[in-house]
């Protein structure tokens, strides 16, 4: 008897056959997917995709033995082309640096099929056959039979369907058509023709793999884009900003996203199979972001980046220094393990970078001012002691300066209608969702109205964008009391890069209402309702800002703060802030105790360290205003600078005729230096070119174990290049070649890290000719 395993790909029979007569075998059953399944087994735990080194566990039923005298009337398939060049350009993947062609899922493609002899339609059959993972299954979508069918006739049947263009001789031209929910990932294409009762399937050598990614121009997938300037800036750009800084000094550095590089692609692939997704579930942006969300960070899955945010970076790459996502992936998918180190903007660029290659609408977001729910009340809560001093062993909530996620463009067909379109993918490990750090596909407009019991997490990212800041402080009973409330400080300036072009888009509409309107309050209060804390701060909502949850005091408020940052903070030197104290009492002056403090922080609002701190009292006369000068010299505040220079100025006291409480805090960035860049000569294709960076020293101290990154669009991978020392107040000049490979334009992009400097960067576009 005759071993009936087959092994897709193959040209014969199985290897556990005792000999290899032919590629032929005589079919008892009808061919294509009638009849039995021809496929058995399931897919691995893994879900990975087709290892082009393993073969594919395949089973045809019904198999008797060769007959060889027939040979010689079977059709046989010598060569497969898949017409690469017009798969290309119909299926907007050009830029793919990728050894396999690219397809998007919905859209035709040609292959041009070399016979034994000429096709004869009415005694041949023949069909495409497709093949994801290591054990394909028609019944899960894992094999896919195409069969050559009347384009006429089939039209709105078959979504997977291959018709004939042109048959001259031997040479027989299919256009074959694809399903626009198919799964992503890469498979491999044979061809099977049937002939007098014998079955020809193309060997191994001859079957090339394709990718299937999602389809933005596409009506019927899910990531459907109609507006072709989105597509372009969303799918097929491969430069974007990211911005950072504070809310009143937004700042912005260019990312190189680097979807269509060499072995990106592949890297995204390996990233859905590290997350156990199974391959059914790889039709779905929805669950496919999910896993994206999860995947890029190394909590708990081994994940591409690991975080750090202590400001120790001796094991790996500071957060700051990279320019781009390729270097960070293709480490990920040489090592399989964790790239260190990674913050909330190289997170939000390595995610937009997975799901702009994977074919989904994307880009990175940022939100000033951005607030960190801990205990899912909803509400940023600040507590204060009976003398109105910040009681810092009570905060678990924080606000960061900024925080970056990205976001995919999906229809949800999974949530009530109105929820598709943006969704908030947050790769950053804040907090956990079901169980995994993650976070997201949450929908913008459920954001945006505070539906935040929809799917997913959308409770965390309401309370990031529109959560009122409520101080609580410690009364004579030992227990806390809402005392007032702001509702405008959390969520500003929502940033992204505008379409076709360098500006920012401020999408803070997006997220929520107009401040203060009615249907902001609505927002708030729906979303209130499923916090931690629904009755008390339901009773907050009702008060006015800035007015006490308990009895109102006797006398109204009327002294105002106002933190004054004298010119623009730059690092290195000294820090002028006035504080200006108005008051609109009429008649009676006002006496004011005010407590200051100026903390080093992290941009995620984590205290460093004090930098300064005094309290003084000042004497306000009727209908006037008194500003007090304060100093911060660089020799108090400079040594405890951590990452991104960012400093807390927080000033609270207290009103002695009317018990007035004040309390005021701003941030203040100090502007670091910057790299400057220049192209020397006329960039062309193919040859040499030298780049030029300059930088100098602004501190008064000397700069060691200085490291620079450097990359160019299109022209190389990340370079690191080493500086011993550079003096105080010195500067240093680097120059160093690269080799343009694509035409069009060439942004350079290039970082700078030490220990005393982070976050110095710089850039330079110029235009490469053929």
């Given at each position: 008897m005759w071993d009936t395993d087959f092994v897709v790909g193959d040209s014969g029979f199985d290897k556990?056959?005792?000999?290899?007569?032919?590629?032929?075998?005589?079919?008892?059953?009808?061919?294509?997917?009638?009849?039995?399944?021809?496929?058995?087994?399931?897919?691995?735990?893994?879900?990975?995709?087709?290892?082009p080194n393993t073969e594919t566990a395949f089973k045809p039923r019904g198999f008797g033995g060769p007959h060889y005298q027939q040979e010689s009337k079977v059709l046989q398939v010598r060569n497969v082309n898949i017409d690469h060049i017009e798969a290309k350009k119909t299926h907007h993947t050009e830029d793919y640096d990728s050894a396999y062609t690219v397809l998007r899922r919905g859209f035709p493609f040609k292959v041009e099929l070399?016979?034994?002899?000429?096709?004869?339609?009415?005694?041949?059959?023949?069909?495409?056959?497709?093949?994801?993972?290591?054990?394909?299954?028609?019944?899960?979508?894992?094999?896919?039979?195409?069969?050559?069918?009347?384009?006429?006739?089939?039209?709105?049947?078959?979504?997977?369907?291959?018709?004939?263009?042109?048959?001259?001789?031997?040479?027989?031209?299919?256009?074959?058509?694809?399903?626009?929910?198919?799964?992503?990932?890469?498979?491999?294409?044979?061809?099977?023709?049937?002939?007098?009762?014998?079955?020809?399937r193309t060997a191994r050598h001859l079957a090339p793999n394709v990718y299937f990614i999602f389809n933005p121009w596409c009506p019927d997938d899910l990531v459907y884009m109609e507006n072709e300037a989105q597509r372009r800036e969303y799918v097929l750009q491969d430069v974007g900003h990211i911005y950072y800084g504070s809310a009143d000094d937004i700042m912005q550095r260019s990312w190189n996203f680097g979807q269509f590089d060499f072995g990106i692609l592949d890297a995204c692939i390996l990233l859905l199979d590290q997350g156990k997704l199974p391959l059914q579930g790889r039709d779905s942006p929805v669950t496919i972001s999910r896993v994206v969300s999860a995947l890029v960070n190394s909590k708990d899955d081994n994940g591409v980046l690991e975080g750090n945010w202590s400001g120790i970076?001796?094991?790996?790459?500071?957060?700051?220094?990279?320019?781009?996502?390729?270097?960070?992936?293709?480490?990920?998918?040489?090592?399989?393990?964790?790239?260190?180190?990674?913050?909330?903007?190289?997170?939000?660029?390595?995610?937009?970078?997975?799901?702009?290659?994977?074919?989904?609408?994307?880009?990175?977001?940022?939100?000033?001012?951005?607030?960190?729910?801990?205990?899912?009340?909803?509400?940023?809560?600040?507590?204060?002691?009976?003398?109105?001093?910040?009681?810092?062993?009570?905060?678990?909530?924080?606000?960061?300066?900024?925080?970056?996620?990205?976001e995919g463009w999906m229809a949800r067909p999974d949530l009530p209608l109105g929820n598709g379109g943006w969704q908030v993918v947050d790769p950053t490990p804040q907090e956990t969702s079901e169980g995994v750090f993650r976070c997201g596909p949450a929908p913008v407009n459920a954001v945006r109205d505070g539906v935040v019991y929809l799917k997913y997490d959308i409770k965390f990212v309401f309370a990031e964008v529109n959560s009122d800041k409520v101080y609580w402080q410690l009364g004579d009973d030992g227990k806390f009391k809402a005392i007032c409330v702001d509702r405008n400080v959390v969520g500003v300036n929502i940033s992204t890069k505008a379409i076709g072009s360098d500006e920012r888009e401020d999408i803070t509409h997006q997220y929520k209402h107009t401040e203060g309107s009615e249907k902001e309050r609505i927002a708030v209060e729906m979303a209130c309702r499923y916090g931690s804390k629904p009755g008390l701060y339901g009773r907050l909502l009702e008060r006015g800002v800035g007015e006490p949850i308990t009895e109102p005091r006797p006398q109204p408020d009327d002294v105002s703060l106002t933190i004054v940052v004298h010119g623009i903070p730059e690092m290195g030197r000294d820090i002028t802030v006035g504080l200006h104290v108005a008051s609109a009492s009429e008649s009676a002056w006002r006496h004011v105790t005010l407590h200051v403090r100026c903390d080093i922080m992290y941009y995620t609002g984590v205290v460093h360290g004090c930098a300064h701190k005094e309290s003084f009292n000042v004497e306000?006369?009727?209908?006037?205003?008194?500003?007090?000068?304060?100093?911060?010299?660089?020799?108090?505040?400079?040594?405890?600078?951590?990452?991104q220079a960012a400093m807390l100025l927080t000033i609270t006291g207290r009103v002695a005729e009317t018990n007035q409480p004040i309390m005021q805090q701003k941030t203040i960035r100090l502007r670091l230096p910057q790299l400057n860049i220049k192209v020397l000569g006329e960039p062309v294709v193919g040859r040499d070119i030298l780049i030029e960076i300059t930088f100098h020293n602004p501190l008064p101290?000397?700069?060691?174990?200085?490291?620079?990154?450097?990359?160019?669009?299109?022209?190389?991978?990340?370079?690191?290049?080493?500086?011993?020392?550079?003096?105080?107040?010195?500067?240093?000049?680097?120059?160093?070649?690269?080799?343009?490979?694509?035409?069009?334009?060439?942004?350079?992009?290039?970082?700078?890290?030490?220990?005393?400097?982070?976050?110095?960067?710089?850039?330079?576009?110029?235009?490469?000719?053929s």
């Open positions: 556990g056959r005792k000999s290899r007569p032919s590629t032929l075998v005589p079919l008892d059953i009808a061919f294509g997917c009638e009849g039995p399944d021809i496929c058995e087994g399931v897919l691995p735990p893994s879900g990975q995709d087709l290892d070399r016979l034994s002899r000429p096709f004869e339609p009415s005694a041949d059959r023949l069909q495409m056959e497709l093949f994801i993972g290591s054990r394909p299954s028609f019944e899960r979508g894992t094999y896919i039979p195409i069969p050559l069918v009347d384009e006429l006739q089939t039209r709105e049947t078959l979504l997977w369907r291959t018709t004939v263009l042109k048959s001259e001789g031997s040479v027989l031209t299919l256009l074959v058509h694809t399903s626009p929910k198919s799964i992503v990932g890469k498979y491999q294409v044979c061809v099977a023709t049937l002939c007098h009762g014998y079955l020809f970076y001796g094991l790996g790459t500071p957060p700051e220094a990279w320019n781009g996502s390729t270097a960070i992936l293709l480490d990920y998918r040489a090592t399989r393990s964790p790239v260190c180190y990674g913050q909330c903007w190289v997170f939000s660029g390595v995610a937009t970078t997975v799901l702009r290659s994977l074919g989904i609408p994307s880009r990175p977001v940022t939100n000033f001012e951005s607030a960190h729910d801990a205990d899912a009340s909803l509400s940023f809560d600040i507590f204060v002691d009976e003398n109105m001093k910040i009681l810092k062993d009570r905060m678990k909530d924080s606000k960061w300066n900024y925080h970056s996620w990205a306000v006369p009727p209908e006037q205003g008194i500003t007090t000068w304060l100093q911060l010299p660089y020799s108090e505040y400079g040594p405890l600078l951590v990452t101290e000397e700069l060691t174990d200085v490291e620079f990154l450097f990359e160019a669009t299109g022209a190389q991978e990340s370079r690191r290049i080493q500086q011993r020392s550079i003096a105080a107040g010195g500067t240093v000049r680097l120059q160093e070649r690269i080799t343009p490979r694509r035409r069009g334009a060439l942004k350079v992009l290039a970082s700078l890290h030490c220990s005393r400097l982070h976050l110095v960067h710089g850039e330079a576009t110029t235009i490469v000719h």
